[in-house]
């Protein structure tokens, strides 16, 4: 049997840079509640995702999670199901009602023509996904949320170093959260963080990440604990320092992929967005099985078979999940549910061969019906 191939696979520094950057905990003892290393790294993405504030978090979803706790939302908040379950769950956890709007067909991010229509007077945020790292509409979304006095929270769980418009991608709305699992373009092994403007938002954040605690013997909040620990924001400071040029190896295993399957009748890839600074992050490919001659799971199967594991993000969409009992209807969203039918995203990391893409090529082309 060939080589196994996962969707994904962490990217890490040199195992002696790591220890370098943990060796003086062995010394300070100091390993959480937000110490020397966390402070670096705050710093060093702040300037690094160009935007005016961050707050690191345990992981992406605590961090979207009490982001929107911070924004003392209430009632309904538009949001997209084809998505991960955390974006959904964070704002149903918070207890929110999410409102489920369609997404185009184009790059899968919400259709923000049919977001006017989904207002109600008890709407009072957005919630959009960046989903696969392709943007969404921003000018768009900003124009409604301005006329309707809504808030703007992206999932930018999938755009970490995006830029639009020569601006870092968490620098639009109220604020974007970014995750770092292991699977992502930059990892701090689990991690995640919210970019906001308003340094209003500094404080609320750190108590809601510490039990809401103000000072030794103020505890004014509710809080969650959420904090990054020493050896996570170890992991970042060592990423970072190569997140450049791993973003480059993703660039050319996707114009790889892109040269092989791009004119393939039935198959339906997402191309660089104008004015957009890719990152890379995923590689999804619809599968029209009525052009193609195969269905999305046919190929997921023989790609098994072949010992590759490609994965079927984001499907099923989240407005079916078991745990919502029937709460929403799936009929309201026709393009993510015949999107999520037929997507299939492929093996894409830094470390990912030409030859093996070329395998996975040839594996995928195999079904094509001619
Ligand atoms: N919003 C969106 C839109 C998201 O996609 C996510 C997470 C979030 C919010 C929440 O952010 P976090 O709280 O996770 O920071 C994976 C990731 O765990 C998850 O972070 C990610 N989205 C989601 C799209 O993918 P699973 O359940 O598919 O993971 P798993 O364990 O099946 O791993 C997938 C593949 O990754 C494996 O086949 C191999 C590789 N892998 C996995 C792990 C755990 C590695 O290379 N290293 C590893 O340590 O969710």
């Known amino acids: 049997m060939k080589e196994k191939i996962l969707v994904a696979n962490s990217s890490m520094p040199e195992f002696e840079e790591y220890m370098e950057e943990i060796k003086p905990l062995w010394n300070s003892h100091w390993l959480t509640n937000m110490g020397v290393i966390h402070q670096k790294l705050e ?9 005016e504030h961050i707050s ?41 009602m999410p409102v489920f709007c369609d997404i185009n067909k184009e790059d899968f991010t919400i259709d923000t023509n049919k977001i006017e229509s989904l207002i109600t007077d008890k709407t009072t ?55 770092f699992h292991a699977t ?10 919210i970019s906001f403007g308003d340094n209003q938002l500094e404080g609320k954040l750190y108590r809601l990440k510490n039990f809401g605690i103000r000072d030794e013997v103020t505890v004014d909040g509710v809080g969650a604990n ?20 791993e973003i480059e190896k993703r660039k050319q295993v996707v ?72 709460e929403y209807n799936v009929e309201e969203t026709p393009i993510a549910l015949h999107i999520s039918k037929r997507v299939l995203t492929l093996p894409l990391f830094a470390d990912l061969t030409l030859d093996n893409v070329d395998r996975i090529c040839d594996i995928v082309l195999s079904l094509q019906k001619i």
Do not use: W
């Open 43 to 51: 710093k060093q993405l702040t300037d690094y995702l160009d935007v």
């Open 184 to 193: 992502k373009v930059f990892n701090t092994i689990e991690g995640g963080a």
């Open 255 to 326: 114009n790889r992929y892109r040269d092989r399957l791009q004119n393939v009748k039935g198959l339906y890839l997402t191309m660089d967005q104008e004015n957009v600074r890719s990152n890379y992050a995923y590689f999804p490919v619809v599968f029209d099985e009525t052009v193609f001659g195969a269905t999305r799971n046919e190929v997921c199967d023989r790609l098994k078979e072949n010992n590759i594991f490609a994965r079927k993000y984001f499907y099923p969409l989240t407005n079916t999940f078991e745990c919502f009992n029937g």
């Open 226 to 245: 959420a904090k990054m620990n020493e050896f996570q924001a170890a992991m970042g400071v060592c990423n970072l320092r190569h997140v450049e040029e």
């Open 125 to 179: 945020a957005i919630i959009p996904v960046h989903v696969y790292g392709n943007i969404c509409n921003i000018k768009e979304i900003e124009r409604i949320a301005k006329k309707y006095d809504l808030k703007v929270i992206y999932d930018a769980a999938h755009a970490f170093g995006i830029q639009y418009n020569g601006r870092g991608i968490g620098s639009y709305g109220d604020a974007s959260m970014f995750s």
């Open 56 to 96: 690191l978090f345990s992981n992406g979803h605590m961090a979207l999670e009490l982001a929107i706790q911070a924004f003392n939302l209430s009632g309904e908040v538009i949001t997209t199901p084809f998505t991960f379950a955390s974006t959904t769950h964070a704002i149903v956890r918070n207890g929110l």
